[in-house]
């Protein structure tokens, strides 16, 4: 069982920074693969990228595009997506989740997130 809590949404003007954070309330990360989602009103819940146990990552290239970079913090039980260069087609709901394999369909997680707003002005 592992709850996850979302935060570090807000609203950024074009071009700034932003990063959200996805903390273990319960449970942990460990042996899982942490998964970042967003979705926009109208539209499929969207792959960014995901972090193994291990390390490895992997990024959705066509959305992100090197602009995002996720990253861990085992002290604070804590996943974090960094966010730059941000875009007005980057304003969604950001989703954090937790799985036992690594893959870009939102099927492949089991725990998820409640979910953050990013809202970018142009």
């Known amino acids: 069982q592992v709850q996850l809590v979302e935060s570090g949404g807000g609203l950024v003007q074009a071009g700034g920074s932003l990063r959200l954070s996805c903390v273990a309330s319960?449970?942990?990360?460990?042996?899982?693969?942490t998964g970042w989602f967003r979705q926009a009103p109208g539209k499929e819940r969207e792959f960014v990228g995901a972090l193994t146990w291990s390390g490895y990552s992997t990024y959705n290239a066509d959305s992100v595009k090197g602009r995002f970079t996720i990253s861990r913090d085992n002290a604070k039980n804590s996943v974090y997506l960094q966010m730059t260069s941000l875009r007005a087609e980057d304003t969604a709901v950001y989703y954090c989740a937790a799985g036992r394999t690594l893959g870009s369909a939102p099927m492949a997680y089991s725990y998820w997130g409640q979910g953050t707003q990013v809202t970018v002005s142009s």
């Open positions: 319960e449970g942990t990360f460990r042996n899982y693969v």
